[in-house]
C-alpha cells in the first residue's frame, strides 16, 4: 500500500517500518505521505492497539534527503510553505494519535528523525543511536519538529542543540530526557516488546483519555479549574463499561477483555 512504508500487524500491535535504507530512511515528499496516511489507517483500525515506529537498515531516519532539499531551495516560498505544512501535519498526526506509539532507534536520528523519534509517545534506543537537531549546519531550523523535541528535552536543552546541532548520545538522550530506554543493539527488540507487553495490558480508552490528560494539564497552573477538570475526566472514565470490565478482572482475578490472548 505504501512505497516507502512495510507494516506488520500482529497481536494488536503495527509495526512502521520506514523502508528506505540506502538513504538511512531519509524524509522525502513520498515519505511524509506514506506516514501521514499509515498513521491515519491505524489509528482507525480497531484492531490495531499499539503503534511502534522504526527504520529498516542501518538507520532510524537521517532526516531530510538531500535531493528533496535541493529542491526545496530551488523553490518558491509558496512551495517551500506547503512542503513544510505537510511535514508538519504528519508529524501532528503521529503526536496526536489516541493509540500508545513507541519510537525503535536505531542508528542515526538526525533531524526529522529526531522529530519523530520525540513525537512518539516512548523512545527506545540502542546505545550506539545518535541524535541530533543539525538543520542549523545547513542554515536552516528544526521548525515543524520543534514543538514535539521541546516537549521532550525542554527549553533550556533545546536551546543549546538547537543552535550548535551536536551529535547526541543514547545516554545523553536518556539523560534529557528524549529517550526511555537505552539498551545493547542485540537487546532492542526484547525492551520493545517488553515496553508493549505493558501497554497492551491499558484499556484502550483509557490510554486515550490520558494522554488527552497530559495536554489538557501539562503548564496549566494549579488552582480550581484544574481540579474541577481532573474530577470530571475521572468521573466521566469510571461510568464506562471498559472500567467496569477492568474492575471486575481485576476482582475476579483473569485478564481484562482488551488484552490479546
Not at 542501518?58 to 535531493?67: E, I, M, Q, T, V
Not at 509517545?121 to 543539525?134: G, L, Q, Y
Amino acid at each position: 500500500m505504501y512505497e516507502t512504508l512495510e507494516i506488520e500487524i500482529a497481536g494488536g500491535v503495527a509495526t512502521v517500518w520506514m523502508n528506505r535504507p540506502a538513504v538511512h530512511n531519509a524524509f522525502n515528499a513520498q515519505l511524509i505521505a506514506d506516514l501521514t496516511a499509515a498513521c491515519c489507517a491505524l489509528e482507525a483500525d480497531d484492531a490495531v492497539r499499539v503503534v511502534v515506529l522504526a527504520g529498516r537498515g542501518k538507520s532510524f531516519s537521517a532526516g531530510a534527503d538531500l535531493n528533496w532539499m535541493k529542491a526545496a531551495a530551488a523553490s518558491s516560498t509558496e512551495e517551500n510553505l506547503a512542503d513544510a505544512r505537510r511535514l508538519a501535519a504528519m508529524l501532528s498526526t503521529l503526536a496526536e494519535m489516541a493509540k500508545p506509539t513507541l519510537a525503535r532507534v536505531h542508528g542515526a536520528a538526525l533531524g526529522g528523525g529526531m522529530g519523530l523519534a520525540s513525537a512518539c509517545d516512548i523512545c527506545i534506543a540502542a546505545e550506539a543511536a545518535v541524535f541530533a537537531t543539525s538543520e542549523v549546519r545547513f542554515g536552516i531550523i528544526p521548525s515543524a519538529i520543534s514543538p514535539y523535541v521541546i516537549r521532550a528535552i525542554g527549553a533550556r536543552q533545546a536551546g543549546r542543540y538547537f543552535q550548535s546541532g551536536e551529535r547526541i548520545g543514547a545516554t545523553r538522550a536518556r539523560e534529557i530526557g528524549l529517550a526511555h530506554e537505552v539498551v545493547a543493539a542485540e537487546a532492542l527488540d526484547a525492551k520493545v516488546d517488553e515496553v508493549v507487553a505493558a501497554l497492551l495490558q491499558g484499556g484502550p480508552q483509557a490510554q486515550a483519555a490520558a494522554k488527552d490528560l497530559i495536554r489538557a494539564v501539562v503548564h496549566q497552573p494549579l488552582g480550581d479549574e484544574v481540579a474541577e477538570d481532573t474530577a470530571r475526566r475521572i468521573a466521566a472514565l469510571r461510568a464506562t463499561a471498559e472500567a467496569r470490565e477492568g474492575l471486575d478482572a481485576f476482582l475476579a482475578k483473569r485478564p481484562a477483555a482488551w488484552i490479546p490472548q
